[in-house]
C-alpha cells in the first residue's frame, strides 16, 4: 500500500513538473489560499537571505522590481523559496534561480509594505526559517 501512495506521489509531481520546468517560476500552489501551513524545521545549514531590496526601498505600484535572494544548503531538485508580499503569496522560484521580477499590483495602498522569503521542500513544506524587508510603495504618477 506504501508504495503505491508513493508512486501516486511521483506521479503528481510529474504531472506538475510537465507544466514547469523546474527553472520557471509559478505563483500557482498546492494549498488553498489563506491556509495556514505548519512550519517543519529547516536542516542544519539551510538558510535564505533577500539581497534585494534592501530595507525601505521606495517602489512605485503598477512598477516592475527584482527580488534577489542568497541561499545556502539548498536541494535545488525540489527546494524553491516563496515570494510573500504583506502576507500574500505572489511566486514560486526554483531550479536554483535566485531572483524573480515582481510586478507591485497598480492598486496597492501607498505606504509601508513586507515582502517575505521562506523555502519549502519539495512537498511544499515550509521549513521554519524567513527573511523579511521593509518596503515604501508610493502611489504611480497619472500618465
Known sequence: ????????????????????????????????AGEDQASIRAPEGLSIEILKPTTLSRWTAGQKYTIEVKTSGLDTAGDHWHLYLDGQLKAMVGGGRTRYQLTVPADIEPGHHEIKVTISNAAHEEYDLADLRKVEILRSSPQ
Open 1 to 32: 500500500m506504501r508504495s503505491n501512495q508513493f508512486l501516486l506521489f511521483l506521479l503528481a509531481i510529474t504531472i506538475s513538473n510537465t507544466a514547469l520546468p523546474a527553472s520557471s517560476t509559478t505563483t500557482s500552489h498546492p494549498h488553498s
